[in-house]
């Protein structure tokens, strides 16, 4: 950087009515593949706040039942899955419930879709703001995948009513949750970076995204156990990250299950890999996409 | 005042032609899939022949700005000047070079930025502030100033989908005003709103250049830069025209602009102004042999035609040419009551009307035209404002061996001269001033 240059000549101007020098920003052609100013991102935090808030305040605005519909549509999904997938298909529960089994389940798959949905159209939705004023654009997907938290946490506070309904109290086992919340939540911000990024530049990728969701609920363990796959391909299967996520939850709110080990691991590092990825590809794009949107 | 804010250097922005386009898609990039590949793996190699449809917004563009500026900047479409502010606003990335920004940059390049229609006034002070890059704090801070600025304090906890068009400008307006940055950018934001509206802004604006600030400011509006800008950029092409004081900077411009314009079709979505019981639909300017023309001589005859169309029934009415120069500054207010010899134009179909100047004795330098009618003076049935632009040059001034400009005068008069007493031959030769005059 020019931090040297700017130094010195900072001396010359010293006299002047401000208290301390101005700060200097250099401006320049996009640099290599790591371009991220972590210092400018915290420094808009109070800015990703407003976005939360905002995405929040809408969509309770729009939607006439409100906050209902954070309880609903779990609700209703859940019976759905309950009457078909249980009662008619006979799907194994690992001894659970039904309705509690696939509850567990759907609490992390609806935010993870939702925070899916958002995170795709995040940047097209913003693009006069884009175009128009400077911020860090991360700022975007970020306030994309943590509005769906409020509804996950209402949500929440309904499984705890079905849990005291089927007398199911989890073990010590749930002080690892929080562990599997955040890894839900990187889940989410690693595909979601991806998908904002590509939706940005190719404007008929917004057309993939639901059929990808749906595809990918199929290949998580929402509805049905993940011990109905071999053990010896479980590490395999933990390539999904949202299969970790989906048996961590059960495991910790109920105790039913096995502590997803080997699966856990398999799918840690796919998160690290897509979050860490998803960043350089949405920083790479972020220096084109006012160009493009 | 001479330190520099903003310190551009080889600033170059290079588009291709289809990131101009509205957006990509798959079904277009698929088949470009393996180069994109190719390139991802760092491989430009034969692939990355030259495009011919690449298009420089920017060419090395070097610049200055010293602090406390406010800084036209003009320039026809395309010349680059809001790829200029979006670089220096941090929107897009440029190409090549670099722009050193000292001070904290706030940018006004569209009202109501981040505006959402379903959230109440109240919130979207909250929201754009912060995204025009003030913290909660600032904004809870000058939360009432912003408010009485916007005039809409009676509908604050409204939602804005609620608003009229006049109340959105003036809150989204409001926000952007009171940022407090060191300096600003400002993009056409101007071109909206009553006249009541822009004339509002237009005072903020200038407010803010005399607090020392530095400031960026496009438009289209030659008096508005005018009347803000002490200092002007003149671009064409992506390149640096010109750089100076905004009068000269704005003689240039207009006068590489080569009169080749001959009717001005006023174009639907002008700016009227008045009851509109008639309008003006076309101005001819000529000279005095009846052609089309826009530079004149000093001396010259300056015939103005006026097309008017008539809407609805309206008592006869008076025309007015008013001429000002690019300044804003009024020069002549050539009014139709001022013939003894003219008739009110009846109100009953399309009519042409001639105002002629003649003797054209204006200093050399740009005019601007504006033309209004009505039934007397102080009832306006039309008034479109500087729709058009005249150039006069010094013609047969230039011989006298004297340039002309605006500081020293706006009209030239031939005078009568004559010294009246020298020390050594008191009075024994005083010329008789009226003989003298005869001889002119």
């Given at each position: 950087?020019?931090?040297?240059?700017?130094a010195t000549k900072e001396k010359s101007v010293d006299s002047r009515t401000q208290v301390g020098a101005p700060p200097v920003f250099r401006i320049t052609p996009p640099k290599g593949w790591f371009d991220l100013d972590l210092r400018e991102l915290w420094k808009s935090r109070e800015l990703l706040y407003f976005f939360v808030w905002r995405e929040i305040k809408i969509r309770y605005k729009q939607t006439a039942i409100g906050a209902a519909w954070a309880v609903l549509q779990p609700l209703l999904t859940m019976a759905v899955f309950t009457l078909f997938f249980g009662r008619l298909a006979k799907m194994p529960s690992d001894g659970l419930p039904y309705p509690l089994f696939y509850y567990c389940a759907l609490l992390p798959w609806m935010y993870f879709a939702t925070s899916l949905q958002n995170a795709t159209n995040v940047i097209v939705d913003q693009q006069r703001v884009i175009t128009k004023v400077f911020f860090p654009r991360l700022v975007l997907p970020l306030a994309a995948v943590a509005a769906p938290l409020l509804d996950f946490a209402i949500s929440f506070g309904l499984l705890a009513v079905i849990m005291v309904y089927y007398g199911t109290y989890p073990s010590i086992s749930l002080l690892l949750l929080p562990f599997f919340v955040i890894l839900a939540i990187v889940t989410a911000?690693?595909?979601?970076?991806?998908?904002?990024?590509?939706?940005?530049i190719y404007r008929d990728f917004r057309y993939v995204v639901p059929f990808l969701v749906q595809f990918w609920m199929f290949a998580s363990p929402v509805a049905y156990p993940s011990s109905l796959v071999p053990e010896k391909w479980r590490w395999l299967y933990g390539i999904n990250p949202m299969a970790g996520v989906i048996e961590g939850f059960r495991w910790t709110l109920t105790g039913s299950g096995n502590p997803p080990s080997s699966l856990l691991v398999a799918s840690s590092a796919t998160v690290l890999l897509l979050t860490v990825g998803g960043t350089l590809y949405f920083q790479k794009m972020e220096s084109v996409i006012a160009d493009v949107v | 005042m001479s330190d520099i804010a903003i310190r551009i250097e080889g600033l170059a922005k290079h588009y291709r032609l289809g990131e101009k386009e509205p957006y990509l898609a798959l079904r277009d990039v698929l088949p470009r899939g393996l180069r994109t590949v190719s390139q991802l793996l760092g491989k430009r190699t034969a692939s990355a022949e030259p495009n011919s449809r690449d298009i420089w917004a920017l060419r090395d563009i070097s610049l200055d700005i010293a602090q406390g500026d406010v800084i036209g900047i003009i320039g026809r479409n395309g010349a680059g000047k809001s790829t200029l502010l979006k670089i220096l606003a941090r929107v897009t990335r440029p190409t090549r070079g670099f722009a050193e920004v000292r001070g904290r940059l706030g940018t006004l390049l569209e009202v109501g930025t981040g505006f959402h229609q379903e959230l109440t006034g109240r919130e979207n002070i909250f929201l754009s502030g912060a995204i025009l890059g003030m913290s909660k704090a600032d904004i809870r801070r000058r939360f009432d100033e912003i408010v009485a600025f916007s005039e809409v304090d009676s509908f604050l906890d409204t939602p804005i989908k609620h608003y009229s068009t006049g109340m959105l400008m003036r809150l989204a307006f409001a926000v952007a005003a009171?940022?407090?940055?060191?300096?600003?950018?400002?993009?056409?934001?101007?071109?909206?709103?009553?006249?009541?509206?822009?004339?509002?802004?237009?005072e903020r604006v200038g407010e803010v250049a005399q607090q020392g600030r530095t400031a960026l400011f496009v438009s289209h509006s030659m008096a508005a830069v005018a009347a803000l800008c002490r200092r002007g950029i003149l671009l064409e092409h992506g390149r640096v025209q010109a750089v100076g004081p905004i009068a000269n900077v704005m003689n240039q411009y207009l006068s590489a602009d080569d009169g080749t314009a001959e009717t001005i079709n006023l174009p639907p979505q002008t700016q009227h102004q008045g009851s509109g019981e008639v309008r003006v639909t076309a101005i001819d300017l000529k000279d005095r042999l009846g052609h089309a023309c826009r530079h004149f001589e000093y001396g010259d005859d300056l015939c103005f035609d006026i097309s008017i169309e008539y809407r609805h029934p309206s008592p006869p009415l008076?025309?007015?040419?008013?001429?000002?120069t690019l300044l804003g500054v009024p020069v002549l207010h050539l009014y139709s009551m001022d013939d003894p010899t003219w008739a009110p134009v009846k109100v009953e179909s399309n009519s042409l009307v001639r105002c002629v100047l003649s003797n054209c004795d204006l200093y050399p330098g740009t005019y601007l035209v504006s033309v209004w009618l009505g039934p007397s003076p102080s009832r306006g049935t039309e008034l479109v404002r500087d729709i058009l632009q005249f150039h006069v040059d010094q013609g047969s001034l230039r011989r006298r061996g004297f340039d002309m400009t605006w500081s020293h005068g706006l009209v030239h008069r031939d005078s009568s001269w004559a010294v009246l007493a020298e020390s050594t031959a008191a009075q024994s030769q005083v010329p008789q001033l009226a003989s003298h005059l005869q001889g002119l």
């Open positions: 950087m020019d931090q040297a240059g700017a911000l690693g595909i979601g970076l991806w998908l904002s990024a590509l939706n940005a | 009171h940022l407090e940055t060191e300096i600003l950018l400002i993009d056409e934001v101007l071109a909206v709103g009553d006249t009541l509206f822009q004339k509002k802004c237009l008076h025309c007015s040419v008013d001429i000002r």
